[in-house]
Protein backbone atom coordinates (compact mmCIF):
# COMPACT_ATOMS: atom_id res chain seq x y z
CA UNK A 1 0.00 0.00 0.00
CA UNK A 2 1.08 3.27 -0.82
CA UNK A 3 1.34 5.79 1.92
CA UNK A 4 3.03 9.08 1.94
CA UNK A 5 4.18 10.80 5.64
CA UNK A 6 4.97 14.17 5.49
CA UNK A 7 7.29 16.17 8.15
CA UNK A 8 8.29 19.89 8.61
CA UNK A 9 8.01 22.87 11.29
CA UNK A 10 4.36 24.26 11.38
CA UNK A 11 5.35 27.74 12.13
CA UNK A 12 7.50 30.01 9.68
CA UNK A 13 8.74 33.44 9.95
CA UNK A 14 7.94 35.95 7.42
CA UNK A 15 10.37 36.33 4.60
CA UNK A 16 11.84 33.11 5.82
CA UNK A 17 11.93 29.49 3.92
CA UNK A 18 8.79 26.98 4.59
CA UNK A 19 10.25 23.81 3.91
CA UNK A 20 8.42 20.38 4.21
CA UNK A 21 9.30 16.84 3.45
CA UNK A 22 7.01 13.61 1.83
CA UNK A 23 8.51 10.78 2.94
CA UNK A 24 7.22 8.21 0.26
CA UNK A 25 6.47 3.91 0.79
CA UNK A 26 5.00 1.24 -1.21
CA UNK A 27 6.32 3.29 -4.60
CA UNK A 28 9.61 5.05 -5.57
CA UNK A 29 10.43 8.42 -6.16
CA UNK A 30 11.94 7.32 -9.49
CA UNK A 31 8.78 5.64 -10.74
CA UNK A 32 7.97 6.34 -14.42
CA UNK A 33 4.16 6.89 -14.42
CA UNK A 34 3.79 8.86 -10.92
CA UNK A 35 4.37 12.52 -10.69
CA UNK A 36 5.14 13.92 -6.69
CA UNK A 37 2.90 16.92 -6.32
CA UNK A 38 2.62 19.31 -3.40
CA UNK A 39 -1.14 21.20 -3.31
CA UNK A 40 -2.19 23.58 -0.50
CA UNK A 41 -5.30 24.35 1.21
CA UNK A 42 -6.67 27.77 2.64
CA UNK A 43 -9.94 29.34 3.19
CA UNK A 44 -9.13 32.41 1.32
CA UNK A 45 -7.51 30.62 -1.77
CA UNK A 46 -9.20 27.13 -1.60
CA UNK A 47 -7.33 24.09 -2.93
CA UNK A 48 -4.14 25.12 -4.95
CA UNK A 49 -1.70 23.04 -7.02
CA UNK A 50 1.71 24.38 -6.03
CA UNK A 51 3.83 21.95 -8.69
CA UNK A 52 5.48 18.58 -9.00
CA UNK A 53 8.81 16.73 -9.85
CA UNK A 54 8.69 13.90 -11.78
CA UNK A 55 11.23 11.15 -13.04
CA UNK A 56 10.89 10.75 -17.19
CA UNK A 57 14.93 9.06 -17.80
CA UNK A 58 15.46 12.75 -16.34
CA UNK A 59 13.95 15.09 -13.91
CA UNK A 60 11.70 17.14 -14.84
CA UNK A 61 9.68 20.27 -12.36
CA UNK A 62 6.69 22.35 -13.02
CA UNK A 63 5.68 24.59 -10.92
CA UNK A 64 2.55 26.93 -10.82
CA UNK A 65 3.04 30.90 -12.29
CA UNK A 66 2.30 32.16 -8.83
CA UNK A 67 4.63 30.72 -6.97
CA UNK A 68 7.36 30.18 -9.66
CA UNK A 69 9.86 32.73 -8.43
CA UNK A 70 9.66 31.08 -5.05
CA UNK A 71 9.21 27.26 -5.27
CA UNK A 72 11.47 24.79 -5.72
CA UNK A 73 10.53 20.89 -5.63
CA UNK A 74 13.21 18.44 -4.70
CA UNK A 75 13.63 14.46 -5.01
CA UNK A 76 15.84 13.13 -2.19
CA UNK A 77 16.45 9.86 -3.93
CA UNK A 78 18.27 8.29 -1.22
CA UNK A 79 15.35 8.79 1.14
CA UNK A 80 12.66 7.62 -1.51
CA UNK A 81 11.21 10.97 -0.37
CA UNK A 82 10.79 14.91 -2.13
CA UNK A 83 10.57 18.19 -0.24
CA UNK A 84 8.94 21.71 -1.00
CA UNK A 85 10.93 24.72 -0.21
CA UNK A 86 8.75 27.69 -0.57
CA UNK A 87 11.04 31.14 0.16
CA UNK A 88 9.91 35.00 1.11
CA UNK A 89 7.18 33.61 2.72
CA UNK A 90 4.46 36.16 4.15
CA UNK A 91 1.20 35.45 5.69
CA UNK A 92 -0.67 34.68 2.73
CA UNK A 93 1.37 31.42 2.50
CA UNK A 94 -0.15 30.46 5.70
CA UNK A 95 -2.07 26.95 4.64
CA UNK A 96 -2.37 23.23 4.91
CA UNK A 97 0.16 22.02 2.54
CA UNK A 98 -0.67 18.52 1.34
CA UNK A 99 1.97 16.25 -0.73
CA UNK A 100 0.53 13.83 -2.96
CA UNK A 101 0.82 11.06 -5.92
CA UNK A 102 -0.41 11.59 -9.51
CA UNK A 103 -1.14 8.67 -11.62
CA UNK A 104 -2.78 9.00 -14.79
CA UNK A 105 -3.93 12.36 -13.76
CA UNK A 106 -5.43 11.47 -10.43
CA UNK A 107 -4.45 12.50 -7.05
CA UNK A 108 -5.74 8.62 -5.24
CA UNK A 109 -2.53 9.17 -2.49
CA UNK A 110 -2.29 11.85 0.01
CA UNK A 111 -0.06 13.22 2.85
CA UNK A 112 -1.98 13.96 5.65
CA UNK A 113 -1.56 17.70 5.38
CA UNK A 114 0.85 20.08 7.16
CA UNK A 115 -0.62 22.88 8.82
CA UNK A 116 1.94 26.03 8.07
CA UNK A 117 1.35 29.00 9.98
CA UNK A 118 3.05 32.62 8.86
CA UNK A 119 3.63 34.43 11.57
CA UNK A 120 6.69 36.19 13.54
CA UNK B 1 -5.56 28.92 -16.39
CA UNK B 2 -8.94 26.51 -16.71
CA UNK B 3 -10.90 27.90 -13.89
CA UNK B 4 -13.64 25.19 -12.14
CA UNK B 5 -16.85 26.48 -10.60
CA UNK B 6 -19.02 24.14 -8.32
CA UNK B 7 -22.60 24.98 -7.26
CA UNK B 8 -24.29 24.72 -5.30
CA UNK B 9 -21.63 26.28 -2.38
CA UNK B 10 -23.45 24.49 0.15
CA UNK B 11 -26.75 22.24 0.62
CA UNK B 12 -28.59 20.54 3.04
CA UNK B 13 -29.86 17.24 2.57
CA UNK B 14 -31.41 14.46 4.81
CA UNK B 15 -30.55 10.69 5.06
CA UNK B 16 -31.60 8.70 2.07
CA UNK B 17 -31.91 12.05 -0.08
CA UNK B 18 -30.47 12.00 -3.87
CA UNK B 19 -27.84 14.07 -3.96
CA UNK B 20 -26.48 16.43 -7.11
CA UNK B 21 -23.19 18.63 -7.08
CA UNK B 22 -22.27 20.56 -10.41
CA UNK B 23 -18.93 21.74 -11.69
CA UNK B 24 -18.44 23.51 -14.70
CA UNK B 25 -14.96 24.37 -16.58
CA UNK B 26 -14.37 27.47 -18.32
CA UNK B 27 -13.19 25.48 -21.37
CA UNK B 28 -13.25 22.11 -22.70
CA UNK B 29 -11.57 19.30 -20.70
CA UNK B 30 -12.62 16.10 -22.32
CA UNK B 31 -13.44 13.77 -19.40
CA UNK B 32 -10.05 14.91 -17.59
CA UNK B 33 -12.25 15.44 -14.89
CA UNK B 34 -12.09 14.25 -11.10
CA UNK B 35 -14.21 14.55 -7.54
CA UNK B 36 -13.01 14.18 -4.12
CA UNK B 37 -14.22 14.08 -0.94
CA UNK B 38 -12.92 15.54 2.00
CA UNK B 39 -13.71 15.39 5.63
CA UNK B 40 -13.04 18.21 8.52
CA UNK B 41 -8.91 17.59 9.25
CA UNK B 42 -8.41 14.69 6.30
CA UNK B 43 -6.87 14.79 3.19
CA UNK B 44 -9.12 14.77 0.39
CA UNK B 45 -9.99 11.14 -0.83
CA UNK B 46 -10.56 10.64 -4.50
CA UNK B 47 -13.86 9.10 -5.49
CA UNK B 48 -14.37 8.93 -9.09
CA UNK B 49 -12.04 9.97 -11.86
CA UNK B 50 -12.22 10.60 -15.68
CA UNK B 51 -15.41 12.03 -15.07
CA UNK B 52 -16.85 8.56 -14.39
CA UNK B 53 -14.65 6.15 -13.15
CA UNK B 54 -15.36 4.75 -9.72
CA UNK B 55 -11.95 5.00 -7.62
CA UNK B 56 -11.96 1.44 -5.94
CA UNK B 57 -13.69 0.78 -2.39
CA UNK B 58 -15.82 3.85 -3.33
CA UNK B 59 -19.43 3.06 -2.63
CA UNK B 60 -21.64 2.47 -6.02
CA UNK B 61 -24.37 5.06 -4.55
CA UNK B 62 -21.47 7.72 -5.91
CA UNK B 63 -21.76 7.95 -9.57
CA UNK B 64 -20.41 10.96 -12.27
CA UNK B 65 -21.32 12.38 -15.42
CA UNK B 66 -20.60 14.84 -18.16
CA UNK B 67 -17.89 16.00 -20.18
CA UNK B 68 -16.74 18.85 -22.00
CA UNK B 69 -17.50 21.48 -19.70
CA UNK B 70 -20.11 20.09 -17.61
CA UNK B 71 -19.98 17.70 -14.99
CA UNK B 72 -22.00 16.35 -11.65
CA UNK B 73 -21.69 14.16 -9.37
CA UNK B 74 -24.68 12.39 -7.91
CA UNK B 75 -25.01 10.26 -4.59
CA UNK B 76 -27.97 8.34 -5.19
CA UNK B 77 -29.06 7.66 -1.18
CA UNK B 78 -27.17 9.94 1.26
CA UNK B 79 -25.69 8.44 4.01
CA UNK B 80 -24.51 9.18 7.13
CA UNK B 81 -20.51 9.32 6.35
CA UNK B 82 -21.66 11.17 2.66
CA UNK B 83 -21.50 14.32 5.16
CA UNK B 84 -18.47 16.31 3.92
CA UNK B 85 -16.85 18.92 1.03
CA UNK B 86 -16.93 17.56 -2.42
CA UNK B 87 -14.66 19.28 -4.55
CA UNK B 88 -14.18 18.63 -8.52
CA UNK B 89 -10.77 18.84 -10.03
CA UNK B 90 -9.44 18.76 -13.76
CA UNK B 91 -6.44 17.10 -15.26
CA UNK B 92 -6.80 18.55 -18.79
CA UNK B 93 -3.77 21.04 -18.81
CA UNK B 94 -1.26 22.53 -16.02
CA UNK B 95 -1.89 23.96 -13.67
CA UNK B 96 -4.29 21.64 -11.87
CA UNK B 97 -6.96 23.29 -10.74
CA UNK B 98 -9.96 22.53 -8.20
CA UNK B 99 -13.51 23.65 -7.85
CA UNK B 100 -13.81 25.59 -4.82
CA UNK B 101 -15.88 22.77 -2.77
CA UNK B 102 -19.11 21.79 -2.01
CA UNK B 103 -20.01 21.60 1.87
CA UNK B 104 -22.75 18.83 2.61
CA UNK B 105 -24.66 19.16 5.66
CA UNK B 106 -27.33 17.79 7.82
CA UNK B 107 -30.65 19.07 7.49
Redesign the interface.
Same mark, same amino acid.
Given at each position: QIQLQQSGPGLVKPSQTLSVTCAISGDSVFSNSAAW?WIRQSPSR?? *??LGRTYYRSKWYN?Y? $?SVKSRITINPDTSENQFSLHLNSVTPEDTAVY?C?R *?F $?? $?? !?F? !?? !?TLVTVSS | DIQMTQSPSSLSASVGDRVTITCRASQSINS?L &?W?QQKPG?????LI?TASTL?SGVPSRFSGSGSGTDFTLTISSLQPEDFATY?C?Q &?YS????????TKVEIK
Open positions: TGL *EWDA $VYA *E $VS $VY !GW !GQ !G | Y &SYQAPKLYQFQ &SLPRTFGQG
